[in-house]
């Protein structure tokens, strides 16, 4: 029986994944993600319930379109695998509850800024911005955060990343860092609070200049390629959605 449910919760998070591609794809086109219904990106033609099954229909149809044969992108599958696995993840780590219900929509919405900022290198306010103040009436329901600690957050993650985007700016007359990834890291505060805010940064540092070296390395790419911060930021939140405790790391009381 329990393994039934896990399958089931896992296919339920695929669907929402393929879900979240809609939104990958329309929202930086400002398009609606509610109309029309799924199509191909190439040939345009509606895509058939049969073909639209997460996962299953990407193995079947071999990642290509059924009219044109043009091949699918492997953002579908991933995003749906991805989606499907946190959450599984968030169910086996926080079951049927509030908790659990507020940082599965949290780690959606980071899958969803995260892929918009590898394709597009933008991050969209329509998800940040309201992020914010979700983070903040969330603090009211989540029990180990404190609406202080989640405004706090929010200060301290839009703020230091100000600081360090201006400051760029300042030394090197170019823009370093964008407004969005400023905006990201005041929701992640909200949501996780102050304290998980230094984890955060440091890690999402850490792995940003580790992926950075590696492309310099083995793709011949200078040091002015950009690269996009949210990812990594986003990686450090759900860590700490799954591992609290590493924020001790940086709390010296």
Known sequence: MEIGLNIFIFFLGTIVGSFLNVCIYRLPEKKSIISPGSHCPHCHTPIKWYDN?????????????????KPISWQYPLVEFITGFFTFLIYYCYGFSATGIIYLFFIYALIVI????LKWQ??????????????????????????KEALYGALLGGGILFIVAYGYYLIKK???MGGGDVKLLAMIGAFLGWKAV????????????????F???????????????????????????????????????
């Open 53 to 69: 099954i997460p996962l299953l229909s990407f193995i079947f149809l071999k990642g290509r379109c059924r009219y044109c044969q």
């Open 114 to 117: 995260s892929f918009i900022d």
């Open 122 to 147: 933008i991050i969209p306010d329509v998800i940040s911005i309201p992020g914010i103040f979700c983070g903040l009436l969330a603090s009211f329901l989540l029990p180990y955060l404190s609406f």
């Open 174 to 176: 170019k823009e370093g």
């Open 198 to 213: 230094p984890f955060v940064l440091f890690s999402a540092s850490i792995t940003g200049s580790m992926i950075g070296i």
């Open 215 to 253: 492309w310099i390395l083995f793709y011949g790419k200078d040091r002015n390629f950009p690269i996009p911060f949210a990812p990594f930021l986003a990686l450090g939140a759900i860590w700490v959605v799954f591992f609290p405790k590493s924020i001790n790391l940086f709390l010296f009381y």
